[in-house]
């Protein structure tokens, strides 16, 4: 039990809530841990999903299966994320994607109910939830605007562009490459190289593997107008 509360003080869910406060959330709930192997799949696209799922150990990855056949990564998780929190609720709750154990893994299950539970009986928890489904709103209303701009060179001067207010530099550092890059843009990864090496020649960044530079704040603004 204490390292199941170990983990879970480091995800969202229970931020600042004391490991007594966890514990006794856990037996006020039916929760269920399962096992997962490398490989082995954990829920599949337009599966009902009645559950939140807590990572607690391993590695998970976010798939999304096109009729060609092609596999594209939508996200990938690890010890302390959770995934399910914004359909668990919803009128048609299945998983949109498939979620794919790509190490040895192991996930707490809540059910939705118990989620309920949790959060009359501790404000924390109901709070740390709100804002979780918030953000995801705000991380969707911003997909949306990426996809509302009608060229690549806009929609990596957004992207840029709010990295910029995030990270608060002009050396933006990202933890991916342009494969993924290129997914969160929903642009094609070759056409994503292309612009990104036209907009260093041009002078508005420059950039050094996983490292974008914005040389001239202006001209990269600029992109948006134009």
């Given at each position: 039990?204490?390292?199941?509360?170990?983990?879970?003080?480091?995800?969202?869910?229970?931020?600042?809530?004391?490991?007594?406060?966890?514990?006794?959330?856990?037996?006020?709930?039916?929760?269920?841990?399962?096992?997962?192997?490398?490989?082995?799949?954990?829920?599949?696209?337009?599966?009902?999903?009645?559950?939140?799922?807590?990572?607690?150990?391993?590695?998970?990855?976010?798939?999304?299966?096109?009729?060609?056949?092609?596999?594209?990564?939508?996200?990938?998780?690890?010890?302390?994320?959770?995934?399910?929190?914004?359909?668990?609720?919803?009128?048609?709750?299945?998983?949109?994607?498939?979620?794919?154990?790509?190490?040895?893994?192991?996930?707490?299950?809540?059910?939705?109910?118990?989620?309920?539970?949790?959060?009359?009986?501790?404000?924390?928890?109901?709070?740390?939830?709100?804002?979780?489904?918030?953000?995801?709103?705000?991380?969707?209303?911003?997909?949306?605007?990426?996809?509302?701009?009608?060229?690549?060179?806009?929609?990596?001067?957004?992207?840029?562009?709010?990295?910029?207010?995030?990270?608060?530099?002009?050396?933006?550092?990202?933890?991916?490459?342009?494969?993924?890059?290129?997914?969160?843009?929903?642009?094609?990864?070759?056409?994503?190289?292309?612009?990104?090496a036209k907009m260093r020649d041009e002078g508005i960044i420059d950039f050094d593997k996983n490292v974008i530079k914005i040389v001239d704040i202006k001209l990269l603004e600029g992109c948006l107008i134009n």
């Amino acid at each position: 039990m204490n390292k199941i509360v170990d983990v879970l003080s480091k995800c969202v869910l229970f931020k600042d809530m004391t490991n007594n406060e966890i514990k006794k959330s856990l037996e006020s709930i039916d929760y269920k841990i399962s096992s997962f192997k490398k490989g082995e799949i954990i829920a599949i696209e337009e599966e009902e999903c009645v559950n939140l799922g807590i990572i607690l150990d391993g590695l998970v990855e976010i798939q999304k299966t096109f009729p060609s056949g092609n596999i594209v990564t939508l996200n990938r998780f690890k010890s302390g994320n959770i995934f399910g929190e914004a359909i668990v609720f919803s009128k048609k709750h299945v998983y949109p994607a498939t979620i794919m154990s790509i190490d040895n893994s192991k996930i707490m299950f809540i059910h939705k109910n118990d989620i309920i539970n949790i959060c009359s009986i501790n404000n924390k928890f109901l709070g740390n939830f709100m804002t979780i489904l918030s953000d995801r709103i705000l991380m969707l209303n911003s997909k949306i605007k990426i996809l509302s701009y009608e060229t690549i060179r806009k929609k990596i001067a957004n992207f840029l562009l709010d990295e910029y207010k995030k990270q608060n530099n002009n050396f933006l550092e990202f933890s991916y490459g342009r494969k993924k890059m290129a997914e969160v843009l929903n642009v094609p990864r070759p056409s994503l190289s292309r612009e990104l090496a036209k907009m260093r020649d041009e002078g508005i960044i420059d950039f050094d593997k996983n490292v974008i530079k914005i040389v001239d704040i202006k001209l990269l603004e600029g992109c948006l107008i134009n």
